[in-house]
């Protein structure tokens, strides 16, 4: 156990620690003479100690293994991602402890959320490069930027808010406004602020994290205070030195603001200033000839300001635009670009796939997107995000403009959470125990071998469909109801039902179903089922068998206690019907071979009203064939009850 780099520990059923390895004392921060005999409660905060205690209990209760993903916070200080394993091991009638291993994920939570972040970040960027480039209107960029912002931060609000040349602002597109947020949109004289006004026009970010408390800006602080807003921060966008807007985010509570998050915010101001300045460069080239033949020089100015790699080729193939980014990424210079094809440039191996994505490109009538390794050895980034457009110019002439971006560090942060992906698979893959996860669309997305097994049917049958494509009607919308209010309830459901496999057969299991709680804010259906038909079958093989001996036992009584024949009859009738609940049991006379009489009708033990009825055994040859071979062996008919 000491070997383990794992945490591993047993407890016993009072809650006390009996074993731990060095892994897990050192993480705990104690000598195992700390641990050993303690309890949860006396090694963790509340909130830790009640959620290790609801694991234990359920390991205790089920018998089942518990393979699962929970965040702690480590007694020392610090929130930390375990993968956690417990399983419960007996040791005669009275011994059972719970044995737990635990895994140290948090750097692998870490890279995944980092990861995300990048990619989500480098998307937002690439589109509003793209589409500035494309020549896209002021406001489709700002009500891009302001829903990709509000996407990238959930719970908080943004703000895309013009100034004018008397430093009024008005909020003219906004996104995620928290519904308890009182108060109007950031509508105000700035001038009223002139601390707060003087930073913005430096071009200074202004970032508060809790506007109740004191600091810079306290005349600012308290506008927001009054509107209901307690953090914000506000990135001027300028153009030629001047205020022109502003691109703000605020919460309604306190935000400790995270370097990402603010580095997010920044560049998208930064990509709106870029757009800002070629909304204006082309107002300002529709008003003269003079200021189109002059805004090449502030054109190139603006491009290769541009962070992502920029380029624009002619219908010839040629290089006519190629900002100080590009030519870094690709290893050249100014000269060995301009002008040139990509032949000229690569040679000619390099350069015949990068043709055939130029020539779908003039093809297409959308911009086109490549995730590809660098097609130029020499080039500084391995891995390239592009994008290619054409783009038709007033006077007919086309171009195609060119962004590329480096996503080295993105990929390598993908290679990374796929791994773990599969590691998690093949985790989930190992239980015996169908398991089955649904989305909040109720659309399957992930399922086990054992599941598939036990259903019959492929894995991919499953994903991304929902229960209304694998069951009846009845069956999905019952199950359909029960996810719903697992949503909102948060309760566990244990239970056995009967389900309608794929297959057509309906088999017997044992389910436990819960609702997670959000994760990257979505939540889950998780379930697991057991299959119990072969124990169902014989219980009910076990009632019949017990009902059938209640019936002759009855009988066999009314018999030795020397009961009339006729009460002993109508006993037996009474007693069959209620062995036989939902079916008719009569009694019919036969005092000939010729007719039938009803004397005697039960159901579920109840005296039916009893009808005129009378069969004429000779119309129904048949019949009284059969009734012969059962009844009088002289071949005439006996007094018998009968089942419907």
């Not at 929970?70 to 007694?75: A, G, T």
């Amino acid at each position: 156990m000491n070997a383990l780099p794992h945490n591993v520990f047993v407890k016993a059923e009072d809650g006390r620690w009996v074993l731990v390895n060095d892994a897990c004392a050192d993480w705990l921060g104690r000598t195992k003479g700390e641990v050993v005999g303690h309890t949860d409660d006396e090694l963790f905060e509340s909130a830790t100690a009640r959620n290790n205690r609801e694991e234990d209990r359920e390991v205790f209760e089920s018998g089942r293994d518990l393979l699962f993903e929970r965040d702690m916070v480590r007694p020392g200080g610090g929130r930390h991602w375990f993968v956690k394993s417990k399983a419960l091991v007996t040791f005669g009638p009275d011994e059972r402890y719970v044995v737990g291993v635990s895994t140290d994920i948090t750097e692998r939570k870490l890279a995944e959320n980092q990861s995300l972040t990048a990619r989500r970040r480098l998307e937002v960027l690439n589109e509003l490069s793209t589409a500035i480039i494309a020549g896209a209107q002021r406001d489709y960029l700002t009500q891009y930027a302001v829903d990709s912002l509000a996407r990238l931060l959930p719970g908080l609000r943004a703000v895309y808010s013009v100034v004018d040349e008397h430093f009024r602002q008005t909020g003219i597109v906004e996104k995620g406004r928290d519904r308890r947020m009182s108060g109007p949109p950031l509508d105000a004289d700035l001038r009223q602020y002139p601390e707060y006004l003087e930073a913005l026009c430096r071009g200074e970010l202004v970032l508060i994290e809790d506007s109740q408390k004191p600091g810079r800006w306290p005349a600012f602080r308290n506008r927001i205070r009054s509107e209901g807003i307690r953090a914000v921060i506000d990135v001027p966008i300028r153009r030629q030195g001047k205020l022109q807007a502003l691109l703000s985010v605020d919460s309604v509570a306190p935000v400790d603001w995270e370097s990402d998050n603010v580095q997010t915010i920044t560049e998208v101001a930064d990509a709106l200033a870029v757009a800002l300045e070629y909304d204006a460069t082309r107002k300002e080239r529709e008003e003269a000839e003079s200021a189109l033949r002059q805004g090449k020089a502030f054109l190139d100015g603006i491009v290769s300001s541009v962070p992502q790699a920029l380029f624009v080729k002619n219908e010839a193939g040629r290089f006519i635009v190629a900002n100080d980014a590009f030519l870094s990424m690709a290893a050249r210079s100014r000269e060995q670009v301009m002008g040139h094809t990509n032949a000229e440039i690569y040679g000619d191996e390099v350069a015949a796939p990068i043709d055939r994505e130029d020539a779908a490109a003039w093809a297409s009538e959308v911009p086109l997107t490549f995730i590809q390794q660098a097609l130029d050895a020499s080039s500084s980034a391995p891995w390239q995000l592009k994008s290619k457009v054409a783009v038709r110019m007033p006077d007919g002439s086309r171009y195609l403009v060119c962004t590329s971006t480096d996503i080295t560090e993105w990929k390598k942060s993908q290679a990374e959470v796929e791994r773990s992906g599969q590691f998690l698979d093949a985790v989930i893959n190992a239980f015996a125990v169908p398991l089955f996860v649904k989305d909040e669309m109720h659309r399957w997305v992930l399922v086990n071998d054992a599941a598939a097994q036990a259903y019959g049917v492929p894995k991919t049958a499953f994903i991304g469909r929902t229960d209304y494509e694998m069951y009846d009607l009845q069956t999905a919308e019952g199950f359909w109801r029960e996810d719903e209010i697992l949503f909102d309830t948060g309760r566990v459901v244990v239970d056995e039902t009967s389900i309608p496999l794929p297959t057509g057969e309906r088999r017997w299991f044992h389910r436990t179903k819960l609702a997670t709680a959000p994760i990257h804010g979505a939540r889950y259906i998780v379930a697991a089922i057991v299959d119990i038909t072969e124990r169902k079958n014989a219980e009910r093989a076990l009632i019949d068998s017990r009902s059938r001996l209640e019936v002759l036992n009855g009988i066999a009584g009314q018999i030795s206690r020397g009961t009339a024949l006729a009460d002993t009859l109508s006993y037996a009738v009474a007693a069959l019907s209620r062995a036989l609940p939902g079916m008719d049991v009569s009694y019919w006379d036969c005092r000939d071979d010729r007719h039938l009489e009803l004397r005697s009708i039960r159901r579920n033990g109840a005296e039916l009203e009893l009808p005129m009825a009378r069969l004429d055994l000779p119309s129904h040859p048949e019949y009284l064939r059969s009734l012969r071979g059962r009844g009088d062996p002289r071949g005439g008919c006996s007094r018998r009850p009968q089942v419907r």
